[in-house]
Nanobody, 116 residues
Framework: QVRLVESGGGLVQPGGSLRLSCAAFGTEIRFNAMGWYRQAPGKEREFVARTILRDGSRNYADSVKGRFTISRDNAKNMVYLQMNSLKPEDTAVYYC?????????WGQGTQVTVSS
């Protein structure tokens, strides 16, 4: 059974940095794409960033471009999100996502809180 586990969330001051990690367990699948979504209180889940296995391309939401960087370790089946220059509006639960053919897998989420 495929399981995605996120780590690295926490409380950080505005302007600070955090690095999220996501590990895939229970599978040797090389996911077509891996990425991150987030959901703030009272809001819908939204796309943050993703990376495509086939060509290594990376896509970002406009709100995080230039501040967040997604990377992937295919050998370890992990994906990371380096978040710099964090803002209070980045506060949310961050979810790891992985796609394989027509299936989508999700982690349980990790809380990121940006506050002074």
């Amino acid at each position: 059974q495929v399981r995605l586990v996120e780590s690295g969330g926490g409380l950080v001051q505005p302007g600070g940095s955090l690095r999220l990690s996501c590990a895939a367990f229970g599978t040797e699948i090389r996911f077509n794409a891996m990425g991150w979504y987030r959901q703030a209180p009272g809001k819908e889940r939204e796309f943050v960033a993703r990376t495509i296995l086939r060509d290594g391309s990376r896509n970002y939401a406009d709100s995080v471009k230039g501040r967040f960087t997604i990377s992937r370790d295919n050998a370890k089946n992990m994906v990371y999100l380096q978040m710099n220059s964090l803002k209070p509006e980045d506060t949310a639960v961050y979810y790891c996502n992985a796609d394989w053919r027509t299936s989508a897998y999700w982690g349980q989420g990790t809380q990121v809180t940006v506050s002074s």
